[in-house]
């Protein structure tokens, strides 16, 4: 799976943005796709997860602030990010695994064998 991510900027507190994941290569109702961010020094993080089944699911210090969701017909993913602050400033990066990782899995950046190139979000006033 080849994966185009794009979307990111610069955007003040409280403000939203949407990232998105083109993918390629293979259809998304047959891949696991997540969201993962990082900063300098830190590991890559979980941010969200659409399974091949349709669950979702997005990290604790993002729910009810970033919603998963897919175009079919566009073979994309989206990250739609509200009431960003400050310290989601990272670079973002989407993946993709084909079939559905179980739950235990979904959220370590190891399981996790295609990648897009990563966009920055910076929040910053």
């Known amino acids: 799976v080849q994966l185009q991510a794009s979307g990111g900027g610069l955007v003040q507190p409280g403000g939203s943005l949407r990232l998105s994941c083109a993918a390629s290569?293979?259809?998304?109702?047959?891949?696991?796709m997540a969201w993962f961010r990082q900063v300098p020094g830190k590991e890559r993080e979980f941010v969200a997860y659409?399974?091949?089944?349709?669950?979702?699911s997005v990290a604790d210090f993002v729910k009810g602030r970033f919603t998963i969701s897919k175009d079919n017909a566009k073979n994309t993913v989206y990250l739609q990010m509200n009431s960003l602050k400050p310290e989601d400033t990272a670079v973002y990066y989407c993946?993709?695994?084909?079939?559905?990782?179980?739950?235990?899995?979904?959220?370590?950046?190891?399981?996790?064998?295609?990648w897009g190139q990563g966009t920055q979000v910076t929040v910053s006033s």
């Open positions: 290569g293979r259809t998304l109702s047959t891949v696991t």
């Open positions: 993946a993709a695994e084909p079939g559905q990782l179980i739950i235990s899995r979904v959220r370590d950046a190891k399981n996790f064998g295609s």
């Open positions: 659409r399974r091949s089944d349709g669950s979702t």
